[in-house]
Each structure stands twice: as C-alpha cells, then as structure tokens.
C-alpha cells in the first residue's frame, strides 16, 4: 500500500488519500477484516451476515458516498460488559458494519503511512508486534542491569485524547484535508447507551476500527522525546514501562513523563504510578 501511495508525498505529508480509501478494492479489503472479526450489529440492526448478502451494492453504494462527500457515521451503540475476575463493568463502543468497513478502509490507507516512522519501543496495535515482544524487551533490558523500572498508568487515557491535538499530529503526515474531515467525524461520532445519547468532546471512539491507531499516533511524541533523552522505554498501546540503572534516572524519566503528559492534555493515575526496583520484587 505505502508504494502505491508514494506519488502523493511531498515535503514528508501526503496528499490524494481519499480515493484510495473509497476504491471498491480497498473497500472490499476492510470487508474482509470486517467479516472475519463478525461482531454484532450496531444502532441500524445490520449484522455482517445481512451486509454480505448485498456486498457488492452495499460497497458501492459506500463507495459513491465517500466520493461525494455525503457519507455520515452513525451513531456507536454502547454496552456494558463484565471486567475479567470482577464485578464491575466497562463500556464497550458496537459501530455498525458500514463504518467499520469504512474505518478499516481508512486505516489501510493510513496506518503504512505512521508506521514507517513510529518509534522502535511502540509495541501494542503494530503489524507484526505484540504483547510477547514488549516482554520480550523487558527481559532482555533486566538482564542487562536496569533494575528500576518507572511503572505509569495512564489515567482513562482513550476517553481522554483531546480531539484538537490528536488531529493536529495526523496532519503533519497528511494533508488531504478530506481524509482529515474524514478522522474527525469518527471522533464525533454519537453515542448511544440505552435512551440516551451524546456526543463525545474528548476521546477516540470506543469500539472503532480506527482507535488503535490514533492513539498510538497521540503517543508518538512520547515515545520519541524519551528515545532523544536516551531513556529505555517499552510501551504497549497505553500501558509502559521506562527502566533504569539507578533511581536517580527513574525519577528523571518519571519528571519528564509528568511534563509531557500535562502538556498533552493526560493525566497519570497517581496511586498506579510508581518507581520499583526490580531486584526487591
């Protein structure tokens, strides 16, 4: 995909991204992805199996609104699930098929495009990567003598993204302000939650196709400050750790942490964010 999109680079941001988001292929691709994770229908009652009996007019039919500019996400119908071993519950964002097809086509057109850049120690939501990595790193840098690992929590870091920013950094890479458009009615998108309803000020969407992505997009700078500042840091999606060979780097890299996440609108969990010395543990 990034070869096939390289004729609309210039100065590093890239332009002429919406067709390649609309074309019946790359739809077809997301229909795939779609089906293949079924999930349940959305606030239009349509289930993937309802979808696919009118594929082809269902993809064009998306397809001719994505080019005119009369596509509208609807509203994510939210439930309630069981949190493992608990008897709380979170929230969970259903969208409906249509705009999980479109958002999967949406980050097949953009995820090639940040990832090409974002920083080595990102582990969570990457083709390729996960969660045995990062423990993998983890390992290797205990063993290497960096025994105190600053533990941070980010405090309700997906319904907390600002909006503003988060756009912001997705158009230092892009610029077809259509495709921008496009980013910003999923994060507007409506909530529904039993009668009631709402439009969500900060946050990306529960649920959605796309979230991954931006909010590794929203941690990029993160991850790149600490790498200038040479700090050994290992994150996946919104949980990291940054270790250290003495404690006086821990509560440097902990200070530093503290800056940019106030500065970028977050808020670390203070009763969840610590500096412990693996060897007492």
Not at 95 to 105: H, I, L, Y
Request: hydrophobic share 40%; aromatic share 8%; charged share 30%.
């Amino acid at each position: 995909m990034l070869a096939a999109l390289e004729e609309g680079v210039r100065g590093g941001r890239w332009y002429s991204l919406m067709d390649k988001v609309y074309r019946l292929r790359t739809l077809y691709r997301a229909y795939e992805r779609v089906a293949r994770n079924k999930g349940a229908a959305g606030v239009d009652h349509v289930t993937v199996k309802e979808f696919t009996r009118r594929l082809e007019w269902n993809l064009e039919r998306l397809s001719e609104s994505l080019r005119l500019g009369t596509y509208r996400p609807q509203a994510v119908k939210r439930v309630w699930i069981p949190k493992p071993g608990s008897r709380e519950r979170r929230p969970l964002g259903i969208p409906t098929v249509r705009d999980r097809v479109v958002q999967t086509a949406l980050r097949i057109v953009l995820e090639p495009i940040f990832e090409q850049r974002f920083a080595e120690q990102s582990y969570g939501f990457r083709p390729g990567r996960g969660c045995k990595d990062a423990l993998r790193r983890v390992d290797e840098l205990l063993g290497e003598g960096y025994r105190y690992v600053v533990d941070a929590d980010l405090k309700s870091y997906f319904d907390t993204i600002p909006h503003e920013r988060l756009l912001s950094l997705v158009g230092e890479r892009v610029s077809d302000g259509v495709v921008l458009q496009l980013v910003a009615s999923f994060l507007e998108q409506g909530i529904l939650d039993g009668m009631s309803s709402w439009t969500p000020e900060e946050g990306t969407p529960q649920g959605a196709v796309i979230s991954p992505l931006l909010s590794n997009i929203y941690l990029d700078p993160l991850d790149q400050l600490m790498a200038r500042r040479g700090f050994q840091m290992v994150r996946y999606a919104d949980d990291f750790v940054i270790l250290c060979r003495t404690r006086r780097e821990a509560e440097r890299a902990l200070a530093l942490v503290q800056e940019w996440t106030a500065s970028a609108g977050l808020r670390l969990h203070p009763e969840k964010t610590r500096i412990a010395d693996a060897q007492e543990e």
